[in-house]
């Protein structure tokens, strides 16, 4: 039987005028924030505690338990409900964080206490995610989704624009101990945000989960997602799109730039032309609150996404690769918000956290597997081909999309 939600706000107030709302939405961001400055805090502290492969060594620790873990966790997201469940892991990452700190303060412990740390991140993370993602449904109505996930694109411009300055001036002032001071205080902020927030409830919180096993929990998720019309193409054009996008945004283009000799600040600034597509899509969204045609959308901004990519190894100069960024930007925020607020409203509500699961580890923890093959691709080959083939294999996310009839008639609720 499908679990039902009961509505938390009207239907006819808009999200981003919803008290509650706001509260979630400074609770996302504040942490946000506060993971942006961790980032920085442990990389730094890598890096001047030992050799590159050390510190390498050390940010990669958290990538193992957050993939092998997540599915499990988008279970216990479902079981406990998401709430409970990032209320509880932002406290431990606070915790963990600021004891970090107090113990850079107080003496010189090694990069052992820095890898107990990312260990501890990516454990956490492992159901963090899932409960982040399943919890919008739970705090506004249905048909604020799309609107939702434009104010939490904006939230993620707003972390990676205040997290790294933040993060380099607590470094600045009082090394790591103070950055990792400054990104527990950040997380702390959402603890009680997130406390006071009214979410609606599932039978699945009250208790009832205790009747069947997590195993049981996990295999009756997936079997939703692949019985489902919309749900099953939606993660294949996820991943087809994913798998397209990541390699040539990230290790890509630093191979690219070196290429055309743009440097480390060309790099900055067509992420920056990218990061502003983004927003400006994110921002459209919150305005507009919904958009029609939600899967035909998706589907065509895939596509139109996937030859911006192609087409970023053939442009010569930096601002025209700024230019093109921007366009990626836009089409991949457009096409992102709609899928994740597909997910959101064809999920049965008692599989959210199950679903965002799936969907988490696609786009976290499988696609950037692609990039150490891209790398040597670019190196045999050069860019322009393999940035074609990535643009093929992001086209046939889009493709996907349009020729699955339940996914390209797919809406999103009124």
């Known amino acids: 039987m499908t679990a039902t939600l009961t509505a938390t706000a009207a239907p006819s107030r808009p999200a981003h005028r919803d008290p509650n709302v706001l509260r979630w939405l400074g609770a996302y961001t504040s942490s946000m924030v506060g993971d942006s400055v961790y980032y920085i805090a442990l990389s730094w502290a890598a890096v001047q505690g030992g050799s590159p492969a050390q510190a390498g060594a050390v940010m990669s620790v958290s990538a193992l338990p957050r993939a092998v873990l997540m599915l499990f966790g988008g279970v216990t997201a479902d079981r406990l409900g998401p709430r409970r469940v990032v209320i509880g892991s932002d406290a431990v990452r606070c915790a963990a964080v600021l ?7 107080l003496t010189s412990p090694g990069l052992w206490a820095l890898a107990v740390l990312a260990l501890v991140f990516g454990t956490v993370d492992a159901v963090f995610v899932p409960a982040v993602g399943a919890l919008p449904a739970r705090v506004t109505s249905r048909d604020q989704l799309a609107r939702v996930q434009g104010m939490r694109g904006l939230a993620i411009r707003v972390a990676s624009i205040l ?43 009250d208790g009832a989960a205790g009747a069947t096993t997590p195993w049981q929990d996990l295999r009756a998720g997936l079997a939703h997602i692949r019985h489902h019309r919309v749900l099953a193409p939606l993660m294949l054009a996820i ?26 600040a060309g790099v900055g600034w067509v992420l920056a032309g990218f990061g502003v597509g983004a927003g400006v899509a994110s921002l459209l969204l919150t305005v507009w609150g919904r958009l029609p045609r939600a899967g ?26 700024v230019g093109v960024a921007l366009l990626i930007g836009l089409l991949a925020g457009l096409s992102g918000a709609m899928c994740a607020a597909l997910l959101q409203t064809q999920a049965d509500p008692a599989c959210l956290g199950r679903v965002t699961a799936v969907a988490s580890l696609i786009s976290l923890g499988l ?11 670019i190196g045999a080959f050069g860019p322009g081909p393999v940035y074609v083939v990535s643009a093929a294999v992001c086209g046939l996310g889009g ?12 809406e999103l609720p009124r």
């Open 99 to 105: 004891a970090v700190a107090a113990l850079l303060f």
């Open 239 to 264: 991943a087809l799109g994913d798998l397209g996008f990541v390699s040539p945004l990230n290790v890509g283009l630093t191979l690219l730039a070196d290429r055309r000799g743009w440097g480390a």
């Open 367 to 377: 696609t950037p597997l692609s990039m150490p093959f891209t790398a040597a691709a």
């Open 296 to 321: 035909l959308v998706a589907g065509y901004a895939i596509l139109a996404g996937s030859v911006a990519i192609g087409a970023l190894a053939f442009v010569p100069g930096l601002a025209g690769a």
């Open 399 to 410: 493709v996907v999309a349009l020729a699955v009839p339940g996914l390209r008639r797919a």
């Open 163 to 205: 997290g790294a300055p933040l993060g380099g001036l607590g470094v600045a002032v009082g090394g790591a101990a103070a950055a990792f001071a400054l990104a527990g205080l950040f997380i702390a902020v959402s603890v009680p945000l997130l406390i006071s927030l009214r979410v609606s409830g599932l039978p699945a919180d």
